[in-house]
């Protein structure tokens, strides 16, 4: 007998091959394969109305990663001497950590607020050692977005520079961009494994025209309109093949994210009749690329890990433990987490597809069930 199958933690689905044609074939008519091409013009541009930023407010980029060095080095450049630190959240994706470091900053880890998973920038605000700070990332933990008006203040107060990692929030921020979007570039990742994906890619928003021509020229080679190198940057454009696959993903976006939804109101439903609906954490809260089941303490989330193993279900600490407990980072300056440091081993990733059955999902449920009834 075979073993059984397991359940994947996720199991991407963007457009199909058919889906895909109708752009490839204006591919072969162009022979424009990047460099902003009609592909990558006509995906800036819709993603712009969707988000209701004027022209320009979308710059394509090749990765979420990309989009973020562009942004910082777009409103900051690189890291002074002066000021070599970037203050970033603990609890986060090794991603942001990694591209401030390319920049030339050394990260500092902050601890998040309890409630939002965030970094809070009124208690930056009192943060000691802030002369020695020349960038802050706030990060939209789970695609939960970074209201902007208080980063704004919080710029304008200390006038360091403030660039979001946006990650995985694109639905959120569809849905109340005067809230989540303005002049603070806002990166976001287009990875496969968000939400709104094209394979690998991303963006970053901003309403100043300033600021996105200079991330513009960050993400290609420091050129702009003439071929001279004329800042700090690299090479972090969206080729026309991927700009394909957000033009079709675009074209049935209603449709995933309703999948989506869908799939965080089976969970709740279920795990409500469980008892549990208390534990779960599902769209629109967070993208709903993410099903987090929320353990009340380190040690249920621990039991329910282990139930979830005996039923072959898989599920993911996306963002680890924290930074400092990736190997990279362990020797990262840091206040003390005591908020990351509780949270971070509770939150647990669930199975999520598009698609994902009923049968899954009850099978997720019941494994939840026999971890956390261990104890009642
Ligand atoms: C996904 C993600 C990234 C990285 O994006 P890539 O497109 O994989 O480079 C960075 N930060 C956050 C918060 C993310 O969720």
Known sequence: MSAPRSIPVLRPLLPHADRLLPYLRRIDATRTYSNWGPLVDELERRLETHFGLPMHGVVSAASGTAALVGAVLGIAGRAGRQRPLALIPAYTFAATALAVEQCGYRPYLVDVDPRTWQLDPARLLNQSGLNRVGLVVPVAPFGRPVPHDHWIGFRHRTGIPVAIDGGASFEGASDESRRFLGEIPTAFSFHATKSFATGEGGCVTTTDAGTSKRITQALNFGFFEIRDCQSPSTNGKMSE?????????????????????????????????????????????????????????????????????????????????????????????????????????????????????????????????GGVAQRR
């Open 241 to 369: 093949y991927h700009a394909a696959v957000g033009l079709a993903e675009l074209e049935g976006w209603t449709e995933k994210r309703a999948a989506l939804r869908s799939v965080a109101e089976s969970y709740r439903a279920r795990l409500s009749t469980a008892g549990l609906a208390d534990r779960f954490i599902g769209a629109p809260d967070v993208a709903g690329c993410y099903a987090l089941f929320h353990g009340a303490d380190a040690a249920e989330a621990a039991r329910a890990q282990e139930s979830l193993d005996r039923s072959h279900v898989e599920y993911r600490l996306w963002y680890g433990k924290g930074l400092l407990s990736q190997s990279y980072f362990s020797d990262l300056e840091h206040d003390a987490l005591d908020v990351t440091n509780e949270m971070a081993p509770r939150i647990i990733g669930l199975p999520v597809a598009p698609d994902l059955s009923a049968e899954a999902i009850d099978a997720v449920v019941s494994a939840l069930c």
